[in-house]
């Protein structure tokens, strides 16, 4: 009997550590873009060609993973009335047929959580917005979007968990306007006056610009 238990436990043993080399191999294998030389390169684009969808999209998508959500916004800002939707939808669209394809394509998946904040389908932009956390799950900024989108369909109680889930991961200005935004929403007044004072330069020009 103790010769048969000790082969179970050894049986135990080699599964669970197979198991963690698929899972390290599987987390491994996930490759982030190099969002520096994303924002480089649609910069230089938007010199020559400042109304580039594509290149305002890339620049946009490279500056939130970058963490520097003023730079996003204000870009946003700039297109203004010159964003055509439908144009962007034409764009956009292609790459996401090719979701199925390249489940573990961080970029693609970027395009289509962004697309449904940009059409204002919040429940297509949590799909995708979880699947690039499931892949890179200490990316605080995909995080806050997250927590964002919830917000945007009154789902309270998860937009609170995902921007402190983001503030564990690194205490950033964005998680704390999130949350005082939440508050306020809920009724909570200090507790939202107490969050907005921590969100800095970026609450007071978001809000300004809203």
């Known amino acids: 009997m103790i010769i048969i238990k000790r082969h179970k436990i050894f049986y135990i043993v080699i599964t669970i550590s197979i198991l963690l080399l698929i899972s390290f191999s599987a987390s491994a294998a996930v490759k982030e873009p190099d969002w520096y030389a994303l924002k480089e390169k649609s910069q230089n ?26 730079a996003a916004y204000n ?9 055509e ?21 961080i970029l ?10 940009i059409v204002e389908d919040y429940n297509f932009s949590i799909k995708y917005f979880n699947k690039i956390l499931k892949l890179t799950p200490e990316n605080y900024n995909i995080r806050n979007f997250l927590s964002a989108s919830h917000l945007e369909l009154k789902e309270y109680d998860i937009a609170i968990e995902e921007a402190k889930k983001a503030l564990e991961t690194k205490d950033n200005e ?8 939440i508050y306020y929403e809920k009724g909570n007044v200090l507790k939202a006056l107490n969050q907005l004072s921590k969100s800095g330069s970026l609450g007071r020009e978001i809000l300004n610009n809203n």
């Open 108 to 117: 693609i998946l970027n395009y289509a959580a962004f697309y449904g904040v």
């Open 75 to 83: 870009n946003i800002n700039k297109l203004g009335s010159d964003f």
């Open 174 to 181: 964005f998680s704390h306007l999130l949350l005082g935004a």
């Open 45 to 70: 684009i938007l010199e020559n060609e400042p109304k580039d969808i594509m290149a305002n999209y890339n620049l946009t998508i490279s500056l939130v993973n970058l963490g520097d959500i003023k």
């Open 85 to 105: 939707e439908k144009y962007f939808i034409k764009r956009i669209t292609p790459y996401l047929y090719d979701i199925a394809k390249y489940q573990d394509n």
